[in-house]
């Protein structure tokens, strides 16, 4: 598959990616998030959370801009096992230029493809963030 790149990815996003897969979250989620550099053409760390609440990422997920969210959390299965998936949302609120929504849009498939991350869920409001929302996503539920 051959994927047009206009952005580069900063090394150090890669290395916490790989870092970030392999973590095991606490009772709360870990969330990294990325965002692009518009004059640098440069997809580049925002901020690592740890630990903490969705309610609480919301806060710190931006109103009107694009973002690059890698997620895991701690989901217990019915019977008792534990997993811990890692998520790849794309996150464009309604409302964001046209041309930011772009720039992220045409890099997603070069940054997915890059930090080997599978299924892409699209949020397009930040309050939809919920547990319930992605266990329904995943098939979890």
């Known amino acids: 598959m ?21 973590a095991k979250t606490l009772e709360n989620p870990s969330a990294y998030l990325i965002k692009i550099d518009r004059k640098k053409f440069l997809i580049e760390e925002d901020e690592l959370f740890e630990n903490i609440p969705l309610e609480d990422l ?8 694009p973002r690059y969210i890698v997620l895991s959390f701690k989901f217990e299965h019915l019977d ?3 997993s811990y998936p890692l998520i790849f949302i794309y996150y464009t609120p309604v409302g964001c230029s046209t041309e930011l929504s772009m720039l992220y849009a045409s890099n997603q498939p070069y940054f997915q493809q890059k930090t080997d991350l599978g299924k892409v869920l699209e949020l397009r409001d930040k309050e939809d963030l919920t547990l319930e929302w992605l266990k329904e996503a995943l098939n979890l539920a």
């Open 2 to 22: 051959s994927v047009s790149v206009t952005c580069s990815i900063d090394e150090s996003v890669l290395k916490n990616v790989r870092k970030f897969r392999f």
């Open 58 to 65: 919301i806060e710190e997920i931006p109103d009107d801009s």
């Open 80 to 82: 008792g096992r534990l």
